[in-house]
């Protein structure tokens, strides 16, 4: 059984008064079946590992949001995966799409970071995702086919690495596929990871849906059968939206 994985991205939102939201959602949620993390800006790392250090029986996980492909070295502004691990994260989301289209990131840079997060003991988050306009070509599976094989590195499903199943036009947008189109998205990376890592070692690669999850609509996307969780960006910036989100997953 994959345990079921709630994750929030903060992008670059938060200031340290909004510490309290995560340690009063830690509290809410202390006895969740749900692995809880939180990717706030790199500013908050520390300070939210050491709020949550002072607290009793939280589980919840804190992660960047992207890391260099390099260990240490003359990168002005970049930030490395040691540096990350070092200031308390376990996690780092690596190629969301903001990051691919504003950053111009490329697979093959996304599976450099990713190879160099597993060095530094960091769990990424590989997002991948189709644009509207590969949606209105019938090009989703193979773009996402392509991102999947060329993102992510040899040897994830030994070490735990999370794909999130992000469609472009459905990130902060309101719009969101319909539960077929999930359903057969998340089936197709499931099978591609079968294929790949070999059906047993490619069952441990947890399969995450992101884009416009909300309370509202949490609950039949956590039914399909290969949601593991979900990735959130705006509604997990208000706790008591992404503590009901967290529920739904826990419930369905
Ligand atoms: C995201 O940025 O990863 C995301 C899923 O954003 P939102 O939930 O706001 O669509």
Redesign the pocket.
């Known amino acids: 059984m994959r345990q079921r994985l709630a994750a929030a991205?903060w992008?670059m939102n938060g200031l340290s008064r909004n510490l309290w939201d995560i340690t009063n959602l830690a509290e809410w949620q202390k006895n969740s079946l749900v692995e809880i993390l939180f990717c706030p800006p790199a500013t908050l790392i520390h300070p939210i590992a050491k709020a949550l250090t002072g607290l009793t029986g939280t589980s919840v996980q804190i992660g960047g949001q992207d890391c260099h492909t390099h260990a240490s070295g003359p990168h002005t502004g970049d930030i490395s995966a040691e540096m990350l691990r070092d200031c308390g994260a376990t996690y780092v989301?690596l190629g969301?799409?903001?990051r691919r289209h504003g950053h111009n990131e490329q697979n093959i840079l996304i599976r450099a970071k990713a190879e160099t997060a597993l060095r530094f003991n960091l769990t990424p988050i590989i997002?991948i995702g189709e644009s509207g306009e590969d949606r209105q070509h019938s090009r989703t599976l193979d773009i996402v086919t392509e991102q999947l094989e060329q993102s992510v590195p040899d040897g994830a499903a030994d070490k735990g690495v999370v794909i999130?199943y992000?469609p472009v036009w459905?990130?902060?947008?309101?719009k969101t596929p319909s539960i077929d189109q999930i359903n057969d998205v998340h089936m197709h990376i499931r099978k591609k990871l079968d294929t790949r890592f070999g059906s047993e070692t490619g069952q441990r690669i947890r399969l995450l849906y992101?884009?416009?999850?909300?309370p509202s609509n949490a609950e039949p996307i956590f039914q399909c059968p290969y949601v593991d969780g979900?990735?959130?960006?705006?509604?997990?910036l208000d706790p008591r939206k992404f503590s009901a989100i967290i529920d739904a997953l826990g419930s369905t």
Not at 170 to 174: D, K
Not at 230 to 236: E, K, R, T, Y
């Open positions: 991205n992008k989301i969301h799409s903001e997002c999130a992000e459905a990130i902060g947008t309101g992101g884009g416009s999850v909300k979900a990735l959130v960006g705006g509604a997990s």
